[in-house]
């Protein structure tokens, strides 16, 4: 569970399948490890709203993004976007790479 603040609006974001990322099911970088990540899912709003270039997930689990998450993220995230992923014990800052 998180919430995507994308600067004047405060999105929620539930694990688990019906998701942004469902509705983007080619998403660059995603494994069926983290496919219904809260993370994934910001990754996929952020692809579908090109506009929104900067954006802060804060997450409930405790120890930050897992594994599968901290290395497909860059893929996932459009090409140069930062997403700062926010938990009890962590931040961590995520760059889009090119495609």
Known sequence: MGILDVGGDQLPMIS??????GLLKNLPGRIKANAEHVETHAAAFL??????????????YPTG?????????PDML????????????KTEKF???PD
């Open 16 to 21: 688990g399948p019906g998701g942004q990322s």
């Open 47 to 60: 692809r579908m709203n090109p506009g929104v270039r900067k954006a802060m997930l804060y997450i409930d």
């Open 65 to 73: 993004a897992c594994g599968a998450c901290r290395s497909t993220l």
């Open 78 to 89: 459009p090409e140069g976007a930062q997403l700062w992923v926010i938990s009890p014990r």
């Open 95 to 97: 760059v889009g790479l």
